[in-house]
């Protein structure tokens, strides 16, 4: 069975950095589509960062230059590395992720989430 666990969020004041961490657990045989997203409450849930299996990354505007997503494959452990990190990054951060599993095949699955609070 497939899971996807978060972790690495927590309250740091603005400017501060968090590096959080999504491992993957299961027979995981590739990943493929790796991405971050965030939901501030009473909003949607918006992508933050992708990466693909080749290597191609992509942010949001609001991200660009301070968030970096990577991938340890060895590990199964997908990471999004924020720094400067503003208020506004205050939400709830998801790892989603499109992988294919020995016993599963192909699937897509989410994280629990992880609570990133930026102080002023």
């Known amino acids: 069975q497939v899971q996807l666990v978060e972790s690495g969020g927590g309250l740091v004041q603005a400017g501060g950095s968090l590096r959080l961490s999504c491992v993957a657990s299961g027979s995981i045989a590739s990943l493929n589509v790796m991405d971050w997203y965030r939901q501030a409450p009473g909003k949607q849930r918006d992508l933050v960062a992708r990466?693909?299996?080749?290597?191609?990354?992509t942010y949001a505007d609001s991200v660009k230059g301070r968030f970096t997503i990577s991938v340890d494959n060895a590990k199964n452990t997908v990471y999004l590395q924020m720094n400067s990190l503003k208020p506004e990054d205050t939400a709830v951060y998801y790892c989603?992720?499109?992988?294919?599993?020995?016993?599963?095949?192909?699937?897509?699955?989410w994280g629990q989430g992880t609570q990133v609070t930026v102080s002023p």
């Open positions: 989603r992720v499109d992988l294919y599993a020995g016993a599963s095949g192909y699937g897509t699955y």
């Open positions: 990466l693909s299996s080749r290597g191609t990354t």
